[in-house]
């Protein structure tokens, strides 16, 4: 029988999903993610989009130099600037692509960008010529393919290959497309462009209508040979197609599909995980694959259906996702060898200072909590390790409150050799305690969100707070943890501050490299 053919995943969640309002990483963070989307075994990730910022750029040189199995590619505008700047970052990479794009619709061409249908056929065909100076792999994206006039979109695309592309992906940039109408767009390159077969044929769809994943199987069935997903569904606006659920649907049907792809669909869970962590947004219970309740039976005659027989009820495996492998690891009598195996089995890469911080953290935490899992292993590497650079440090934090006492914090912050302290009134104990800091910081921070989760389960288990703060026009996400949830939300507040603060010194422009 012949081998089923493979579907690319191209992942972009570090570049579209970073989109998400909310939703950025630092550079550390970004690797991290790439380290372990090569764990999942994706085909392609996209790290940037480099001419958007220096820490985009510096982003995808860092994950050129570090991921080596999977394609890294870069995003570019249909200009000259943007493409030299992509291929600068992708320097180190293994396997480069460089990924242009350029709008095609007639809303986009009259409106946006000003060109003629003409125009915009040029500036496509020689900037993919341009690109290909730097590297073989180049990918086209005609942006809001699905509502571009079909016979110019086979011209676009027909014109792109003859340049030089190797990928050209079809985009459904605003979500406005249904599962029929884009596999007929899919059907109509397939047979009315001539050097199609010179070519990948990709697709990007976006969630407005919560279509992403069925477009993206319609494609894929009508003869898309790649897909453009993200973990946990991330990305602009609604999000993008999700990733895990992309695979474990041609996994789960594949007498279906008949397609396979190269994930290693155990890894699904963890990396869900991570990229909810590190990028603050938490993942719907309800969500398919990775919602904490996708494999939770309620119903009676559901528990009893899975009783008697599993598959009654459950059409995938947990374990197949890697789910229910969170193991009872450690305790306080626990060495600094069990400690280092632990942190390698679970991929994380540490410095020899920095394993000897988070163990120090994790001999406090064992002190504390009787058993110590790998989700409590998971939130201290990244408060203590992930929290990016760090001008202000909690030292200290006493807070009196009561429902007959004026909720007071002192809190004592580390900034560089100097302690700083203050203390203030708030609504309530986490009310004083930001209030505090920002007095301290002389940053005043708005909350737009403010969420408290358990890291495990259990009355001694940390709590892990995830804050939205508002500095003027920047957003940002920060995170804390601790058993203490009055710490944890001044860790997460801080974590806040301090990227902003970092923000504000890059945009002066001073010179300051985030340290890997
Ligand atoms: O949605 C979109 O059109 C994009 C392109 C840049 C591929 O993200
Ligand atoms: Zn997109």
């Not at 086979?154 to 190797?166: F, L, N, P, Q």
């Not at 997903?229 to 999000?239: K, M, P, Q, V």
Request: charged fraction near 30%.
């Amino acid at each position: 029988m012949a081998k089923p053919r493979k579907i690319i995943i191209f992942d972009t969640t570090l570049r579209d999903g970073e989109q998400s309002p909310g939703a950025s990483l630092n550079l550390r963070e970004k690797v991290q993610i790439a380290k372990q989307l090569g764990r999942l075994r994706v085909d392609v990730i996209e790290a940037g989009f480099p001419i958007a910022s220096p820490g985009d750029f510096e982003a995808v040189r860092a994950v050129a130099s570090e991921v080596k199995k999977p394609v890294v590619a870069a995003l570019a505008r249909c200009s000259r600037k943007d493409i030299d700047r992509a291929a600068e970052a992708l320097k180190p990479a293994g396997k480069p692509r460089i990924h242009v794009f350029l709008a095609t619709s007639k809303i986009h061409r009259d409106y946006k960008l000003r060109m003629t249908s003409g125009e915009v056929l040029r500036r496509a065909s020689s900037m993919v010529k341009y690109a290909k100076r730097y590297v073989d792999d180049v990918e086209f994206s005609p942006e809001d393919a699905s509502r571009t006039e079909i016979e110019f979109l086979a011209k676009v695309v027909e014109a792109v290959i003859a340049s030089g592309a190797t990928t050209v992906n079809i985009p459904d940039t605003v979500g406005y497309s249904t599962p029929e109408e884009f596999a007929g767009v899919i059907r109509y390159l397939k047979e009315n462009v001539s050097n199609i077969g010179e070519a990948v044929l990709s697709v990007h769809c976006h969630n407005d209508l919560g279509l992403a994943v069925a477009n993206s199987l319609a494609a894929v069935v009508a003869g898309a040979e790649q897909v453009e997903c993200t973990i946990n569904g991330l990305g602009e606006r609604a999000g993008n197609a999700s990733l895990e659920e992309i695979v474990m649907a041609l996994a789960t049907r594949s007498d279906i599909f008949g397609f396979r792809t190269s994930v290693n669909t155990k890894q699904i869970t963890r990396t869900s995980r991570l990229v909810s962590h590190l990028t603050g947004i938490v993942v719907q219970p309800n969500k398919a694959i990775v919602g904490e309740n996708a494999f939770a039976h309620e119903a009676g005659i559901h528990q009893d259906g899975i009783l008697k027989k599993r598959k009654t009820y459950e059409i995938m495996k947990p374990q197949d996702i890697g789910l229910g492998e969170s193991r009872l690891v450690l305790g306080k009598h626990s060495g600094r060898h069990a400690f280092k195996e632990r942190l390698k089995q679970m991929g994380y890469e540490l410095k020899e200072a920095e394993v000897e911080r988070a163990f120090g953290r994790f001999k406090e935490l064992a002190d504390k909590k009787k058993a110590v899992f790998d989700e409590d292993i998971g939130a201290i590497i990244e408060d203590e390790i992930y929290a990016g650079p760090e001008k202000y440090r909690l030292e200290y934090i006493s807070i009196s409150s009561g429902n007959r006492t004026v909720p007071t914090a002192t809190v004592r912050l580390r900034c560089g050799d100097d302690i700083l302290q203050d203390a203030a009134c708030g609504d309530g104990p986490v009310d004083a305690a930001l209030k505090t800091i920002d007095r301290i910081t002389r940053v005043r921070g708005r909350l737009i969100d403010y969420s408290l989760r358990s890291v495990t389960g259990g009355k001694d288990a940390m709590g892990e707070v995830t804050v939205r703060i508002n500095v003027g026009r920047e957003c940002v996400t920060g995170r804390g943890s601790s058993t203490d949830i009055i710490e944890a939300s001044a860790k997460a507040y801080l974590n806040g501050i301090n990227k902003i603060v970092w923000r504000k010194k890059r945009s002066a422009g001073k010179k300051e490299t985030p340290s890997l």
